[in-house]
């Protein structure tokens, strides 16, 4: 079964740092090649953030995050963590992995992805 759950959200002041957690399931990185992060405040579109590829580990980043969020797994964990650094208000939102298939064209749209988390919220104050 194809399963994904996000954890590490809460609170954090600006320029503080979090890490947020997605457990896959074995059949999900068995079946799918690609695993990213989404994102969506109050009143705004789910947005991307960044993705990683099972295979060879690369990853990419929405200009929003470059250079401050960075995407890494630990296979033996089947855990992909999104560290969040040099936190911003504006990325208060909340947060989802999602899994898109092998050969999905869409790797960076909502509409490339099959399964998707619960979402963990994060929160920024200033």
């Known amino acids: 079964q194809v399963q994904l759950v996000e954890s590490g959200g809460g609170m954090a002041q600006a320029g503080g740092s979090l890490r947020l957690s997605c457990a896959v399931s074995?059949?999900?990185?068995?079946?799918?090649?690609?695993l990213g992060w989404f994102r969506q405040a109050p009143g705004k579109e789910r947005e991307f953030v960044g993705r990683?590829?099972?295979?060879?580990?690369?990853?990419y980043y929405a200009d929003s995050v470059l250079g401050r969020f960075t995407i890494s797994r630990e296979n033996g964990k089947s855990t992909v963590y999104l560290q969040m650094n040099s936190l911003k208000p504006e990325d208060t939102a909340v947060y989802y992995c999602a899994a898109a298939p092998f050969g999905s064209s869409y790797p960076g749209l909502e509409k490339g992805y099959d399964y998707w988390g619960q979402g963990t919220q994060v929160t920024v104050s200033s």
């Open positions: 990683l590829n099972w295979r060879g580990g690369s990853t």
């Open positions: 074995r059949y999900t990185f068995n079946s799918y090649g690609v």
